[in-house]
Each structure stands twice: as structure tokens, then as C-alpha cells.
């Protein structure tokens, strides 16, 4: 071979060297890659819809969606309180270590960190087009520069109130927009941020990318309010709470079936994965507080470390990958959507840090009976009213005081609504399971961020002077919406 070919011959290997590099940086995003949508629901307990046998409510979105993919039976949030589950929905960590360990006030400290390596900045850079509509609540510096907002998790347009729709779901005034108020909208709350999400599919998206889309309605969290048309649905209810409540939920499932049709008008439902489920269970007693929301006859509710507090509806479509009509038992958590969207877009998860979710797909799709799972089900919140902390393996559950000098084991299999304490007849498994938490809360703690021991008396972090005044100013108008969780 002359010298002349032998250049050229470089000279093309440099260019394809070029061109395998540029592939290798956008091979994530291969055409074969799903549009995803998180669909996030507030203090909607695990009874709630009517594809989990509510009798009165009616959800025949939700139904209908239930119909055309799987229903989850052992669908878990994260925590029993809102901003933890969500931190471990876009970071796949447990809250106690990516840092959100409780519900976040206005003015705290607590923040989802820009060290947490969010999902919506890893799709981002593999060519996805990113947005989120309707509640935030990862951080108590809300719409000010001194902490993360959703752009700097990866967001590209951002809809959003710190926490709860202000000063109700009616008309609310605290919403912002990609970092400016918007002021007062005409409307209710979910059906308001489910046509932004619809605005920015039809318009405002690139659409020779894929989408990742997170709609997190404020429904059926409360102060509640829900549209006329929605509370006519139950003229035979006497209880007005009772109604408002049910029709909210109403509403919200209302909200869902707008962004639906949008995904069927612009010919996306067969490349989208879509994903439905709740941040914890239901508020209230539900019996004489605005909260009347079910469990499905689990024992607690929102904030409880028992099944009512943390077993959520959890549904999920995929048409061609996800058989229409079925029902999965395997347990899936909050914390496992990361890796399953990261798994969809053909990315793996970090491997510079414990990822506390697995991909969940072969359980949806019905391909495996088990996931296996490195780091076990568990749950932390010091807020809880009773036990602190919750472990799970296969069938089994335990559940620890503050101290852990306290516990309870139950057998979830045969006794899902945690009626008889096991520890006395299972000692064996009682002490291996009771090692297995306290080794692995040590664990836990020992990767995150220690607000959690700067507690004030009543749960929440303590907040720095002139902090929350301004964070009231920056958050879309003077009048701040609802104190609640």
C-alpha cells in the first residue's frame, strides 16, 4: 500500500471516529425509545379509585386506564407523607438518603439537592424533552434562586406551587411558571395542570424528541374544592365533606382522561408508557375530618408506617409491552420509577451511589413473579405517630419505634391489614429481621444529609430567621396558600 491511500485511509478512520463518537453520545436516544408520563395523585388512598373497589367514587378514566394496561395490587410510595415519596421518584433513593426525610414547610432548609442526581436531567441529556405541571414541594425555598428549582433538575417548562394549591383548587394564585407568577387561574386545580401538560404536548415541546412529562395533581389533598359538575355526580350523599372529597377525587380522575385524550388525539398512546400512582395514603380519619379518603380496610393512614399509610393504587400502560386487563402482585415502590424510566430510554441508573429501586418492567409485564432487590423495602419518617421506620422482606414486615427498643412483625400474605403481632411466635425471623433494620437504617443514615436531627418539637426542621418571608415573596403572589401537609 503507497502512502497516499494509507493517509486517506487514516484520514476516513478519523471521520468515523468522529461519527461513532457523536452516535455514542445520543445512542440513548434511539427511536425505539417511549415517550413516559408520571402521573402523581395527592393523599389518594390505596381504596380510592374504582378499579380498587370503591363503591361510590367514580373514576371510569382511571377504570378504563386500568383496563388497557395493569393494575398494581402492592403499589408502595416511598413514605407516608408527600415531599419523601416524590424525592424517591426522581432519584430512586430512599428519603432518608437523598436527603427529602420529611414533609418540607416553607422556609426549611430541606431541599432536593442538585447532588441527587434527578431523572429528568439524565433524560434530558439522552434527547428527551422534559416538563412538569402542578404541585412541586421538593424544596422550602420555593421559586427562589437560594435553593433547586424544577429547571435545575432537568425540567425545560415547569408549571408549579410549593405545595398546596392556594388558596384553594378553586381559581389558585400561587402557581409559577418557568420562574415567573402567573397569578389567579380561572379554574380547579387538576384539570388546570392537566391542560398545561396537553398546551406544552401540542405546542410548546420539541417534537422530534421523545417527552418525559410528570403531571402531580394537588387532588385529593386538602383544603378541597371541587367543580360543580363533579359533586352533582353524588346528589345522594348528605355528608357535604363526604361529597366534596369524592368529587374531588372525581376531578382528578377527570384531569387524568383530559391528558389521555390528548396523548390519543396526537397519536402518542402507543409510544408512551404512562405510570399512575399516589404520593401516600389518604388524610384525615376518614370519618369526621375534611379527609375522607379509604385505605381499602388497611390499617393507618397518611403518615402511618402500616400499610395504610404507604400501599397506594398503582397502575401502569405500555400498549404491546404491558398485556391490557391485568393484575400484578409483586411489590413495587416509589423509588422504582427511576430506574424502570432510566431502563425505557436504554440508560442505566448511577453507579456512584446506592440506588434504592430496582427496574420494575418484567413485574409489569408479567414476565417475573419476584424482583430482586439489593437494598430491601424500607421506610423512615420521625414524624409518624406511632412506629418510625418499616422494613420489608418477601412477605414480611417489620416496623420499629423511634429507639428501635419497640417492634412488630406481620405477615403480609396472610394478614395484609397487620392484625396480629408475630414476633412472640416467629423469633428467628423476628431477630434476623430486626438486625436487617437497624443495620440498614444505620446505612441509610450514614450516606445522607443530617437535617433530620435538627428537629423542631412538632416534626418540622427549624427555619432561619427571615427565611420563610421571603420565600412567601418569591413563591407567585402575596397571599400564601394553606398551611398543611
Not at 297 to 325: F, N, Q, S, T, Y
Amino acid at each position: 500500500m503507497t502512502t497516499a491511500p494509507l493517509a486517506r485511509w487514516r484520514q476516513l478512520g478519523i471521520v468515523l471516529a468522529a461519527i461513532i463518537a457523536s452516535t455514542a453520545w445520543s445512542a440513548p436516544r434511539c427511536e425505539a425509545a417511549p415517550n413516559i408520563v408520571l402521573f402523581l395523585a395527592d393523599d389518594l388512598g390505596y381504596g380510592d379509585l374504582g378499579c380498587f373497589g370503591h363503591p361510590i367514587i367514580q373514576t371510569p378514566n382511571l377504570d378504563k386506564f386500568a383496563g388497557q394496561g395493569v393494575r398494581l395490587t402492592q403499589c408502595y410510595s416511598a413514605s407516608a407523607v408527600c415531599s419523601p415519596s416524590r424525592s424517591a421518584l426522581l432519584t430512586g433513593r430512599t428519603p432518608h438518603r437523598n436527603g427529602v426525610y420529611t414533609w418540607i414547610a416553607e422556609g426549611a432548609e430541606v431541599h432536593l439537592r442538585t447532588s441527587e442526581i434527578a431523572l429528568p436531567k439524565l433524560l434530558k441529556q439522552a434527547g428527551y424533552t422534559t416538563c412538569h405541571t402542578g404541585k412541586w414541594h421538593l424544596n422550602g425555598l420555593f421559586n427562589n434562586p437560594a435553593q433547586p428549582q424544577p429547571g435545575d433538575h432537568g425540567y425545560d417548562w415547569w408549571l408549579a406551587t410549593q405545595n398546596n394549591a392556594g388558596p384553594s383548587h378553586e381559581n389558585p394564585s400561587n402557581f409559577v411558571r418557568n420562574g415567573e407568577a402567573v397569578g389567579r387561574l380561572e379554574g380547579y386545580s387538576a384539570p388546570l395542570v392537566a391542560a398545561e401538560a396537553s398546551t406544552w404536548l401540542k405546542e410548546k415541546r420539541d417534537p422530534k424528541k421523545p417527552f418525559y412529562l410528570a403531571v402531580w395533581t394537588h387532588e385529593p389533598h386538602y383544603p378541597i374544592k371541587s367543580a360543580p359538575e363533579f359533586k352533582a355526580r353524588y346528589p345522594d350523599l348528605a355528608d357535604d365533606v363526604q361529597r366534596e372529597h369524592h368529587a374531588n377525587v372525581t376531578q382528578m380522575d377527570h384531569a387524568f382522561g383530559q391528558l389521555m385524550q390528548t396523548l390519543d388525539e396526537l397519536k402518542l398512546t402507543d409510544e408512551t408508557f404512562v405510570f399512575f400512582t399516589s404520593d401516600n395514603g389518604p388524610e384525615g380519619d376518614g370519618i369526621k375530618s375534611p379527609g375522607r379518603g379509604s385505605s381499602g380496610g388497611l390499617r393507618g393512614r397518611k403518615r402511618d408506617m402500616h400499610e395504610g399509610g404507604i400501599r397506594v393504587p398503582g397502575l401502569a400502560r405500555w400498549p404491546g409491552k404491558i398485556k391490557p386487563g391485568t393484575t400484578c402482585d409483586v411489590p413495587v415502590v416509589g423509588s422504582d420509577f427511576f430506574p424502570t424510566a432510566l431502563a425505557l430510554a436504554g440508560l442505566q441508573p448511577p453507579s456512584d451511589r446506592t440506588i434504592d429501586g430496582v427496574n420494575m418492567l418484567t413485574a409489569l409485564d408479567g414476565s417475573a413473579t419476584k424482583l430482586a432487590r439489593p437494598q430491601p423495602l424500607y421506610w423512615r419518617l420521625l414524624m409518624a405517630p406511632n412506629a418510625k421506620s418499616a422494613l420489608r422482606v418477601d412477605d414480611w414486615k417489620i416496623l420499629a419505634n423511634d429507639g428501635f427498643t419497640e417492634f412488630e412483625l406481620y405477615d403480609l400474605k396472610a394478614d395484609p391489614q397487620e392484625t396480629t403481632d408475630l414476633k412472640e411466635q416467629e423469633p428467628q425471623r423476628f431477630a434476623a429481621l430486626r438486625e436487617q433494620l437497624l443495620a440498614h437504617t444505620s446505612s441509610v443514615d450514614a450516606e445522607g444529609p443530617d437535617w433530620w436531627k435538627r428537629l423542631s418539637p412538632s416534626g418540622g426542621t427549624v427555619k432561619k430567621e427571615g427565611v420563610k418571608k421571603d420565600a412567601a415573596r418569591k413563591n407567585g403572589g402575596k397571599k400564601k396558600g394553606p398551611k398543611s401537609e
